[in-house]
């Protein structure tokens, strides 16, 4: 096996456990609401369980593969995560359901995106962003998979059926792909292996990093930018519905961000020589923060929605990219599974409270509040990554 077919097996195990254990949720939000009659916000909550669970287990993920055993983590995360959406086929209370989507989180933690880059950054060092890049391209297509074949087996059988095509993708498709893929990254005889310091120095200086004001400046940008991001993808078909958009267009129009955000890792691949990655990413919070407006003039242009789906999918696309490139360029590659194992924490938190706060806005003073609420954070966001670039700079001048 080589190592470009090694990373085809994780682009496309990352594929199908997107599809089959994230988009699944806001893919079936409207038909549980009308199945269980439960109420927005208390479906939402449980994404809220899932995300939490997510954050507060990601520093062990990171720690085991910083120990070398992301390539038993990612595909054991996998299988038991498509197991657990097989679960939900049985659900018939609300706390079953909160149940599921705690035990989804933890698996979230050790399968999803912040696991497997660690991972590629851990065995490929400098050379990770090339394959980072390679395992998005493909695996931006989930949602494009997700939405369709839940309308499409929902519609056909029922909601239910949709948790047993899934379970099928992931727990014998993706974890396999997995398992295979990251077994040969992490015996290839040119992985970076971990640094040889004496464990007691090692130990005392891994967590230094806490200390550094960068460092939560750079988890506060991308947790704002990844609390925008899921609040539009949660509440997007309830959106586009209060906007008098048919359930069909709806449905079309979010199939659509999958292959934005591909066009969006395209276009950095091909211009990515031309401007610096900070410059990339500083584009990617002005494509979220334009796109938003956009959606808030749709209900009054409905041409402004493709412009919604074009600036927010291709600016997501290549941020999942650029996160642990800059990340890794700003805090450093030592113990990095470590340390974005932390900066998951609040980039999760603020994911996992995403959707039940949206349902609050709404709430409060329908889905215009809510877009309004998502410019003020998309601005902080911006701001906070600003303060750490001008921190990181001053640091490295000192150091010269």
């Known amino acids: 096996m080589s190592d470009r077919q090694a990373v085809w097996c994780l682009a496309f195990g990352q594929t199908f456990v997107w599809a089959g254990v994230f988009y699944i949720f806001p ?45 038993y983590t990612l595909p054991i995360g996998t299988f038991i995560g498509g197991l657990l959406v097989a679960c939900l086929f049985f659900v018939n209370s609300l706390v079953l359901f909160y149940l599921i989507w705690t035990g989804l989180g933890v698996c979230m933690a050790f399968s999803l995106y912040e696991p497997c880059f660690s991972f590629v950054i851990k065995t490929k060092g400098l050379q990770a962003k090339r394959y980072i890049t390679h395992i998005t391209l493909v695996a931006g297509l989930a949602g494009t998979i997700a939405f369709p074949v839940v309308h499409f087996v929902s519609e056909l059988a029922g909601w239910r059926a949709v948790t047993l095509v899934f379970v099928m993708l992931v727990s014998c498709v993706a974890a396999p792909l997995m398992w295979v893929g990251t077994r040969y990254l992490s015996q290839d005889p040119s992985a970076i292996q971990g640094v040889s310091e004496d464990h007691a120095k090692l130990k005392a200086i891994r967590y230094s990093f806490l200390r550094w004001p960068k ?145 609050l806005l709404w709430n409060s003073g329908g889905y215009d509040l809510v877009l309004n609420v998502l410019l003020v954070v998309l601005f902080s966001g911006a701001l906070s990554l600003a303060l750490a670039v001008r921190l990181n700079r001053q640091t490295v001048k000192i150091d010269c």
């Open 27 to 71: 893919a079936l939000i409207i038909w549980w609401e009308a199945d269980f009659g439960w109420s927005r916000s208390e479906i939402t909550a449980a994404l809220t369980f899932a995300v939490f669970a997510s954050a507060i287990f990601s520093p062990i993920s990171g720690a085991l593969i910083d120990r070398g055993l992301g390539s």
């Open 215 to 359: 460092f939560w400046l750079v988890a506060a940008a991308f947790a704002f930018l990844i609390f925008s991001h899921t609040t539009l993808i949660n509440h997007l078909l309830l959106i586009l519905n209060d906007r008098q958009f048919d359930p069909g267009t709806a449905v079309l129009a979010i199939s659509f961000i999958g292959p934005m955000q591909v066009v969006g890792r395209l276009l950095i691949m091909i211009g990515g020589k031309y401007i610096s990655d900070v410059v990339a990413v500083f584009l990617c919070f002005a494509f979220a923060f334009v796109a938003v407006i956009c959606l808030m003039l749709s209900a009054y242009v409905p041409a402004f929605l493709i412009l919604f789906i074009i600036l927010h999918g291709s600016g997501n696309g290549v941020i999942s990219i650029l996160k642990p490139i800059i990340s890794r360029e700003i805090l450093g590659g030592d113990n990095f599974g470590l340390k974005s194992g932390v900066q998951a924490v609040p980039y999760l938190i603020g994911s996992a409270f995403a959707a039940l706060i949206g349902s």
